[in-house]
């Protein structure tokens, strides 16, 4: 979807909850992992990515580039 911001234009992209599982399935080849793969050349390419984790505690704003 396409929206016009003043006198930019945007283009929306997916929200998507993605599971992660267990840390292992990074080496993994199976359904899961081939469907990550697949997901990642179907989606436009993301100019900024926000994570929502209740993993770890953060002290401070994180920026990761």
Same mark, same amino acid.
């Given at each position: 979807?396409?929206?016009?911001?003043?006198?930019?234009?945007?283009?929306?992209? @997916?929200?998507?909850?993605?599971?992660?599982?267990?840390?292992?399935?990074?080496?993994?080849?199976?359904?899961?992992?081939?469907?990550?793969?697949?997901?990642? /050349?179907?989606? @436009?390419?993301?100019?900024?990515?926000?994570?929502?984790?209740?993993?770890? @505690?953060?002290?401070? @704003?994180?920026?990761? /580039?």
């Amino acid at each position: 979807m396409t929206k016009t911001l003043g006198t930019s234009t945007a283009t929306e992209a @997916p929200a998507l909850f993605l599971a992660h599982g267990s840390p292992i399935i990074a080496i993994h080849d199976n359904d899961y992992t081939g469907f990550l793969e697949e997901l990642g /050349r179907s989606i @436009p390419q993301a100019e900024a990515i926000v994570v929502f984790t209740a993993h770890e @505690p953060f002290h401070a @704003p994180h920026q990761y /580039r």
